[in-house]
């Protein structure tokens, strides 16, 4: 019996430092860039680098709408009314996606979280799961630079969004009034990093790849 028992703690005890090694390397990622920073592109480079799993709210939202699930009919019902989908909303598509991969070596999260109150709701939902956000990385691109580029691809995709230097720098406006708490809620955690997001592509992926390997 006593072996027995000694038996039963050494595989409970080692399929729990086996967990707890599994947690430690997990990667849990946020991604900042403005339109046009190559913010997506990059997003793939590291998805396959660390075989992370990409949770974009934009594709969530398209995908249970176009689904008629019962999340995607509720925000659908607010954004026909021409109302902003309340944060709860979010957050439980992005919990059931997270819940489908439960063998994930991590996640990157892409267009959520947008303000602080959405950065707090996702650590307390992913201390539930006694995980947390490694860190997160912005890419830093000058924005004339980027509204060239976006002209650019307005041209070519026509879209006329993209084609209008005012309106390209209003969303950049936008997007540095959202994210400025964002970034002082991860700089207090110490897990804000930036990286030059101008150059070759593949330079770029090395630079995030790097920000990753020593930071983690």
């Not at 991604?31 to 592109?41: E, M, N």
């Not at 969303?171 to 110490?190: A, D, G, M, V, W």
């Not at 150059?199 to 390997?213: E, L, V």
Request: hydrophobic residues 40%; aromatic residues 12%.
């Amino acid at each position: 019996k006593m072996l027995f028992g000694i038996k039963l703690f050494n595989y409970w005890f080692w399929g729990y430092i086996c967990f707890l090694i599994f947690l430690i390397t997990m990667i849990n990622l946020i991604l900042f860039g403005k339109p046009g920073s190559g913010k997506g592109t990059q997003a793939e480079f590291v998805k396959k680098k660390y075989d992370l799993i990409h949770i974009s709210t934009g594709d969530l939202f398209r995908n249970n709408m176009s689904n008629n699930t019962d999340l995607g009919l509720l925000a659908k019902s607010y954004i026909e009314k021409g109302d902003l989908v309340p944060d709860e909303v979010t957050i439980k598509m992005l919990e059931a996606e997270v819940n489908t991969h439960p063998n994930a070596n991590g996640f990157i999260f892409d267009g959520f979280p947008r303000t602080t109150v959405q950065a707090e709701i996702l650590d307390q939902f992913l201390s539930t799961l006694n995980l947390s956000i490694s860190l997160t990385i912005a890419l830093e691109v000058d924005e004339n630079l980027l509204i060239d580029r976006l002209i650019s691809r307005g041209k070519d995709s026509g879209r006329a969004d993209d084609q209008d230097r005012s309106k390209i720098q209003n969303r950049f406006n936008e997007y540095n009034n959202k994210t400025s708490p964002l970034i002082n809620f991860y700089k207090i955690q110490n897990k804000f990093f930036k990286v030059n997001g101008v150059g070759d592509i593949n330079d770029i992926s090395a630079r995030i790849f790097n920000t990753i390997d020593n930071n983690i």
